[in-house]
Each structure stands twice: as C-alpha cells, then as structure tokens.
C-alpha cells in the first residue's frame, strides 16, 4: 500500500460486487447492441475500413497478409480512380494482392477469426454485434480499475457509468477499426500491471506481458508506453518483474517484425505508418491534424516500401525547409489531441448517413458529444492531484505521457484521447464527488492542485482556439442542406 493512502480511503476503496459489475455491462451494452442491430446492414464507408476488410478476408482465406487484390481492385476501381489516382491497370495487379507491412496485424487477425468462424457473407453484421460487446466490457472494466488504484466504490461505479455511456464510444462497434480491439487491451494491460505490481507471482508479470504485446500489435504506437509502464512496476516490484514483462511483450511482438523486415529487406516495426504520418502532420497545407486531401496523397504507391520511403523523405523536408513552423504544429497537435470528438458526426451526418436534422437536434447532439469529454478532462487533474494512492496515480500519468509523446510529435486526432478514458473517468468521478478534497486541499497536496489547475487552464485555451478553428465548418453543416455537403473525413 502507498505510503500516502489515507485509512478513511482505503476502507472504501472496494471492488465492485459482481451484480454491479454486470449492470454496469448491461448498461453499457444496451446502446451499443441498438445502434449495431439499427444499422447492421450499414456499408463500409472509409478507407481504413476496406483495408482491414481486405487484411482479414486475405487471412481467412489463406493467402497471408495482403491487400488490394485484383478482384478488391476491380471492385473498387471508381473510387481508386478518383481518388488514390493509380494508373496500373487492374489486369497487373496480383491476383492476392500485394503483401503489405503498412497496418499492424492484432485487428485484421480479430477480424480473419470471426470471417473463418461465420463466413464472409454476413461478417460485417457479426462484427458489429460482437464489437458491441466487446465495448460493453470497457465499463466494469473501468470500475475495476478504479477500485484497483484505491479510489472509493462510489468513484469506480461511476466511472463505469461514465464509459457506458459516453456517446462516441457508441459509434465505434458500427465500423471496422481496431480501437474496437485495442481500447479493451491496453484496459487490461493496466488491470495485468496492476495485478503483477501487488503479486509475488511470476506469470502476472508474464500476463501482463503477453497482453501489452498483443495491444502493440493491435496499435503500434502503444510502444510507447511500454517503458514508462515497466519504469513504474520496477518502482512497485523490482526490475526482475518489469524486465520479465518487457521481454514477453517484446517476444510477442518480435515474430511480426522479423516478417515485415523479410518483406521490406530492412528492419521495420510492426506497422510501416510512421512515414505517411509524418508526412500527412508536416505538410506546408496541412495543420498537423489529419487532412484528408493531404492523407491521399501518397496512396497512389501501393507499394509500403516505396511509400515509406517516400513519405520520410518528403516528411523531413518539410521540417528542415521551416523548422520554426514544424516545432509550432505541436501546439495544433496538442489541442486536437485533447479536443472535441465530434468529427465522426459531422463526417456522418453531411454524408446522409440519418437524413435531414433540425438545429436544435443537431445541436443537442454535437453537446452530447461536447460535454463528456469536457467534464472528464476537466475534472480529472484535479482527481490526480488529490487520490490517496500515489502508485495509482503514477501508472495513470504514465500511459497518458505514453500517448502523448506517440502522437503529438507525429499526427494527432481527438479519437487518439479515448484509451485514457478508462483511466481519466475514475478520477474526475472522484474529483466530482468528493470536491472538499480538491477545494481544500492539505498543505502536502496543494502544489498538485494548483499545477492541475494551470493544466485545466491550458485545456480552456487549447479548445477556445479549437472551437474558433471549427466554427465555420460548424455552421456550415448546421445550415439548411447540411446534411447533403459531402464533406470528407
């Protein structure tokens, strides 16, 4: 226990019994399953969803990991076309398509199992529907976590609350992506930490290993956290635990980038996307966002290794033509980073995805999107300042210093905010429903209070200036015909 947990804390800081654990799944599944049976029959609408289709139907059938066959190629060759602008004519392109490096595996493997097991006919329904369920499991598994890092059970309960019901996290089960897949394993790789930290047991760091491996393999970018995350369980059990965890997560994902280093003829990680992003978050017309013009580009080159090549070169060019401006879009990447999630509705809503609606629904939805994040962000540092588990609070800080530093340097999206939810929502709960705690703080713990109060001011500035960014596009798409504009991602 954390020298500095106070008696009065630890007494409540219980698990959740396992009747509130599955009313928190019940809750949480229940808008996700109703929005996946409204629209099970929804077709794939974005590229990165063609793309891990592709991966797991190539899977499932046995040819290895490809994509862009010739039949996907013809079937798809309007929108090539137009947009990736490939002139090779389809008669050229491999018959399994082309083995590729460019996405990491975990989630086209998730998607090949489900194809091998129910077919391909009826895949995306199914997807859909288990997707649901996997984001239902994100709830009791945050409360979990909360009572894990010692916060009271009224704070882990509504956490979970908070994670049922936060309305982005509805959408995702309806598309084809790997945060349906990675959001539940970097959760459990904090909960496996979490346990091999209070264990004297080898396999729990073991555990712990095997799942922060298959996260990486899901999202590549979660390698960043990997050592801030073995630097806090060294602190809590000794360096032979956190080398033990280390060496498993990297074992498993060693084998991935033997192969895609035997594909490139060079060493390579498990995704090749570091190139194209850098890319895409250094280009003189972009803003360090995602830019979807920006983003086409370079796809005209099916092949990764000269795309990557490619992309870097043209990346570091960028920056050593104005490095003073390079060094500024981490400002713009700081503020989407933390910022508003309301892209996905207005992508889906001006392209008429629910028909014509009037302002104030529109509106109400756009706060509905709004006001969670809001809250949480705002009260979470406040939370942080003031738990009693400082261990806790170490672990938490040290996953959200691990997104930061995979995204804002390279290519940020709000979207990539939402694996800290779990371990933000516990302590803005705990800030929520204890307020004496953070209002009058003891003297040990007023420096963090006042440090997390310049944090929120910061937050206030960041989205002031990305709220006046936005509003023309706002407006735009709340006028009449919104709904019809066809913007795109």
Partial sequence: MSADLTPARSQNARPPSAGLLAALFLLAALPRLVLALIYLDLPIGLDDMYQYDMLGRSLAAGHGYRWYSRADVAALRPYLDKWYKIDLPTAQVPLDGYPTTFRAPGYPAFLAAIYLAVGTAYRLQVVRLLQALLGAALAPLTALLASRVRLPGRSAMAAGAVVALYPILWIYPLGLGSENLFFLLSLATGLALLAAAGSDRPWHAASAGLLFGAAILTR??????????????????GWRRAALTAGVSLAVVAPWCIRNSLVL???????????????????PEGDGGFVTR???????????????????????????ADPGRAALLNLNRLAYFWGWETRELLYFY?????GPLAPGVLFAAMALLILPWTIVALMAPFGLAVAADASGRRLSLAFVAGALLAYVPILTEPRFHLPLLPWLAPYAAFALLHPRDWLRPPPARRLAVVAAALFVLLLVLLWSWDGLRQ???????????????????
């Avoid at 001006?350 to 629910?354: D, E, G, M, P, V």
């Avoid at 509003?471 to 991602?489: A, D, H, I, K």
Wanted: glycine share 8%.
């Fill in 265 to 283: 003829g060079r060493p390579a990680f498990v995704e090749t996307t570091v190139g194209y992003n850098l890319f895409v978050g250094y280009h």
């Fill in 350 to 354: 001006s392209n008429n995805a629910f």
């Fill in 471 to 489: 509003l023309p596009r706002w407006e735009t798409v709340f006028s009449t015909g919104g709904n019809e504009l066809y913007l795109s991602y």
């Fill in 294 to 320: 920006i983003a086409l580009m370079p796809v005209h080159l099916l092949d990764d290794q000269a795309r990557d090549r490619w992309t870097t070169e043209q990346a570091l060019g960028f920056i050593r």
């Fill in 220 to 237: 590549g970018a979660f390698v960043v956290t990997l050592p801030f995350a073995c630097l806090w369980l060294a602190r809590r059990a």
